[in-house]
């Protein structure tokens, strides 16, 4: 199973303002995805970072408030922008390995409590 | 649209008290059913990996299993460190790798 690193763990942010998270794999893999955890709530898909282009939202993600970076196999940001208490939540990065069909690990994630 | 529904929300037992958590999905189609487990302050941890009703996995204590609709997480003899969240998440069909999680249920196992 891959690596994967998470920074920050979590972080106090002022409304208004805008954090970027990263998340960086020990190897190459084909596919790096973003999810937000709610308190009491599912985990929720965000977007697929995708390798050189634009990243995939799911419905009622937009990129606007959730910019995405992926500029390697290794490497992906996801920054929350202009956020506001609502934003609060747990964000972790995922990634699937070279064969389609297997499972996706997870990161520790990052704690995010907007005051 | 998809949907993972877990029961219950949450569970306490006794240390050796074995039981079952439940799983029940709708989406057509299904590309996998994952089991995973999350500490709290951790990230999920992949436990299972369900393709075809009848189908039944292992791993210490647990034994996962899956019919056309559900999924349970048998759990023998559990002992403390077996507590935490137990997530479960269904694949759909298509070309996305997409995963639909569940709410999760919360098992405490008491010494």
């Known amino acids: 199973s891959a690596v994967i690193s998470q920074k920050p763990s979590r972080d106090i942010c002022q409304r208004g303002t805008s954090l970027t998270i990263q998340c960086q794999v020990d190897?190459?893999?084909?596919?790096m995805f973003w999810y937000r955890q709610q308190p009491g709530q599912s985990l929720t898909l965000i977007a697929t970072?995708?390798?050189?282009?634009?990243?995939?939202?799911e419905s009622g993600f937009v990129i606007d408030k959730f910019p995405i970076s992926r500029p390697n196999l290794t490497f992906s940001t996801l920054t929350v922008s202009n956020m506001s208490p609502e934003d609060s939540s747990i964000y972790l990065c995922?990634?699937?390995?070279?064969?389609?069909?297997?499972?996706?690990?997870f990161g520790q994630g990052t704690r995010l409590t907007v005051v | 649209e998809d949907q993972v529904t877990q029961s219950p929300e949450a569970l306490r037992l006794q240390e050796g008290e074995s039981s079952s958590l439940n799983c029940s999905y709708t989406?057509?189609?299904?590309?996998?059913l994952f089991w995973y487990r999350q500490d709290p302050g951790k990230g999920p941890e992949f436990l299972f990996t369900?393709?075809?009703a009848g189908e039944e996995k292992e791993k210490e204590r647990l034994k996962a299993t899956l019919t056309k609709k559900e999924s349970f997480l048998h759990i023998t003899a559990p002992k403390p460190e077996d507590s935490a969240t137990y997530l479960c998440a269904e694949r759909s069909g298509g070309s996305n790798y997409k995963l639909t999680f569940g709410k999760g249920t919360l098992l405490t196992v008491n010494p």
């Open positions: 995922s990634v699937v390995g070279e064969r389609f069909d297997t499972e996706a690990f």
């Open positions: 190897s190459q893999v084909t596919m």
């Open positions: 369900l393709y075809s």
């Open positions: 989406v057509s189609g299904l590309r996998g």
């Open positions: 970072a995708n390798q050189g282009s634009e990243a995939t939202y």
